[in-house]
């Protein structure tokens, strides 16, 4: 059964340093989310991409945090420097494509990355 | 905040009984869903119920929707020690396959 990879599983880093975390969608996924979920929290959207574009980055941190995807397929975010209120889980998730209206793709989800900053 | 609001945030049931699960949401929707997620793993999709539904099972479980209140439940019948997770609920609204995600609630069923 396909799944969303995400790599690593586990980072621990110090304030101030640059971390990064790898997401690879479901084969032929176009579209791709970000989201934080603090622990105790649900999670929340930090950026979207439709393909290589970015369709929503409202809630992402732009001063410390970036995100590509330049091929259309995986995709890597990026915080630099980390603060320790960056801590929390990094999920990503992957769907067909987003439709307008009341059709919509399921969304599923790799297993994140837990970052800790010490 | 964005988020909904889920309660109980914390439910602690025995084997074989039900467990209710209520989430509130703020903006209009086009649907809900339900997702399970395991101790420091990903979401894992329960189901969905579309705005013009108010009542959709799968198996053990039943979803009701109320647009008017702006509020979801799910129940789980007959808990299992297995189903012990934290639940959530995300609402869908807009042109871009956005959810908004509850706080969720924790569940602890015991043999």
């Known amino acids: 059964e396909a799944e969303v990879a995400q790599s690593p599983r586990y980072k621990i880093t110090e304030k101030s340093q640059a971390v990064a975390f790898w997401c690879d969608p479901i084969s032929g996924h176009a579209t791709l989310y970000w989201y934080r979920q603090i622990l105790g929290q649900g999670p929340e959207l930090l950026v979207q991409?439709?393909?290589?574009?970015?369709?929503?980055d409202s809630q992402l941190p732009k001063d410390r945090f970036s995100a590509e995807r330049l091929k259309g397929v995986d995709s890597t975010l990026k915080i630099q420097p980390a603060e320790l209120g960056d801590s929390a889980m990094y999920l990503c998730?992957?769907?067909?494509?987003?439709?307008?209206?009341?059709?919509?793709?399921?969304?599923?989800f790799g297993p994140g990355t837990r970052l800790t900053v010490l | 905040s964005q988020q909904g609001e889920e309660d109980p945030q914390a439910l602690s049931i025995q084997e074989g009984e039900n467990a209710t699960m209520n989430c509130s949401y703020k903006?209009?929707?086009?649907?809900l869903q339900w997702y399970r997620q395991n101790s420091g793993r990903g979401l894992v999709h329960l189901i969905l119920i579309r705005s013009n539904e108010r009542e959709k099972h799968s198996g053990r479980l039943r979803v009701t929707l109320d647009t008017s209140k702006k509020s979801s439940s799910l129940l789980i019948t007959a808990s299992r020690a297995a189903d012990t997770a934290s639940y959530f609920c995300a609402s869908l609204s807009g042109g871009y396959n956005k959810l908004i995600f509850g706080a969720g609630t924790r569940l602890a069923v015991h043999p």
């Open positions: 903006t209009s929707i086009n649907n």
């Open positions: 998730a992957s769907s067909l494509a987003p439709l307008g209206g009341s059709i919509y793709n399921e969304q599923f």
């Open positions: 991409f439709q393909d290589e574009s970015v369709v929503d």
